[in-house]
């Protein structure tokens, strides 16, 4: 499966690149598709390949020691998946999986280490990405240290909408349990109790939010 | 075709749990496997996720905005 330089383009690391770099670089690159369910790679491992979703949705998280999930955030096309143990070299913080067919775009440490010399304009983009992911953090930990747990559901619930048409990204509560840092039981009650308030409706197979400024309303409460 | 909860056999360890807690009769064991049946008398209850004890069945949810 050959390279896309157009779908090199779309990713934000190498969105400032004419064509012709475009296609000087996409050699360096490999596409690697993986189905369902399986790891990409495990926290804790070293890494040696830059991972670059193209199509799909990843979940990255980290494992307790007594197996508990937390899921720090959900890739989406275009996002990066492991720059930081490329770039600290330090093993995976995080583990990643599949929670579709998702297709990768990957490309060795030494090789991404090539592009860069030769392209330098490539660091200034992986700062900003790198200042946006810090960003998010700082968002996660903001949100498990002030928020009520259904201050945090209600955001989940906000952030994870799609169009309806059935085609979008799908949760579980046990995965919004993961996000939030709580147990499944909790998201149900915390689910029960947004619909008791009439702020959200539980449809088959779906969440439908009835009030988001109400819904709003709950993220912004403190604990 | 009816979306039902879906079942990793991976992970699956024909505990039963489920097939009791259905209100709906919707899963069964066939072959030795368990199975959803399509029916539209699932009211995705999730009932049936939350008694899996491996996490082999799920009731995934899409979440959308009333306009």
């Known amino acids: ?223 | 075709m009816i979306q039902m909860p879906e079942i990793n056999q991976d992970k699956c360890n024909l505990c039963g749990l489920c097939i009791e807690i259905c209100r709906c009769n919707a899963i069964v064991l066939v072959n030795n496997v368990v199975t959803c049946v399509e029916t539209e008398e699932c009211h995705w209850c999730t009932l049936c996720e939350a008694i899996c004890p491996t996490g082999a069945l799920t009731c995934s949810f899409e979440i959308i905005i009333e306009d």
């Open chain 1, 1 to 223: 499966m050959s390279v896309d330089s157009n779908l090199l383009h779309d990713l934000s690391y190498f969105s400032s690149l004419n064509a012709a770099e475009l296609e000087a670089i996409k050699p360096l690159f490999y596409e690697k598709t993986v189905q369902r369910g399986e790891l990409i790679f495990f926290e804790g491992e070293p890494a040696d390949t830059l991972y670059f979703l193209i199509s799909g949705i990843v979940k990255l998280f980290k494992t307790s020691t007594q197996g508990k999930e937390q899921i720090i955030s959900l890739a989406r096309p275009h996002d990066v998946l492991n720059d930081i143990s490329i770039f600290d070299n330090g093993p995976n913080p995080i583990s990643a999986q599949a929670m579709s067919t998702v297709n990768l775009y990957g490309i060795k440490k030494d090789r991404l280490e090539t592009t860069l010399r030769q392209h330098p304009q490539v660091s200034a983009r992986i700062i900003r990405v790198l200042a946006a992911r810090t960003r998010q953090l700082i968002s996660l930990v903001e949100d498990l240290s002030f928020k009520h747990v259904i201050g945090r559901v209600a955001k989940i619930l906000l952030e994870h909408t799609s169009d309806g048409a059935g085609s979008g990204q799908r949760l579980t509560q046990q995965e919004m349990a993961a996000m939030a840092g709580t147990a499944r039981e909790v998201v149900a009650r915390s689910l029960k109790t947004l619909e008791e308030r009439g702020i959200i409706r539980l449809d088959r197979q779906r969440i439908i939010i009835s009030d988001k400024n109400a819904l709003q309303e709950m993220i912004n409460q403190e604990v």
